[in-house]
């Protein structure tokens, strides 16, 4: 079993920052491809980004190309996603998640973190 806990959400203004981190433990995290997703209320699940076992291969979604980078440092277990330029629109709760593939797609992701919340105010 892959335990994961987001952190680093909170109140930014639009054209701010905001550093997301997700710790994994309980399991080898590097054999995990990781991926970054988002969800406000009555909407599906959006995928934002994800990264290879490795870290060598990225993949975003067109809506935060340029704006977000994902990134994982195995040796602290740990997944990141450095927010900048945000927008209104970003505002959602993000969580992090660790699958067997590399994918866009929520369905392939087995461990699932509770989520942070990002809020960008207009």
């Known amino acids: 079993q892959v335990q994961l806990v987001e952190s680093g959400g909170g109140l930014v203004q639009v054209g701010g920052s905001l550093s997301l981190s997700c710790a994994a433990s309980?399991?080898?995290?590097?054999?995990?491809?990781m991926g970054w997703f988002r969800q406000v209320p009555g909407k599906e699940r959006e995928f934002v980004a994800a990264?290879?076992?490795?870290?060598?291969?990225?993949y975003y979604a067109v809506s935060v190309k340029g704006r977000f980078t994902i990134s994982r440092d195995n040796a602290k277990n740990t997944v990141y996603l450095q927010m900048n330029s945000l927008k209104p629109e970003d505002t959602a709760a993000y969580y992090c998640?660790?699958?067997?593939?590399?994918?866009?797609?929520?369905?392939?992701?087995?461990?699932w973190g509770q989520g942070t919340q990002v809020t960008v105010s207009s």
């Open positions: 990264v290879t076992r490795s870290g060598s291969t990225t």
């Open positions: 998640a660790a699958g067997p593939n590399y994918s866009t797609s929520w369905r392939q992701y087995d461990y």
């Open positions: 309980g399991r080898s995290f590097s054999s995990y491809n």
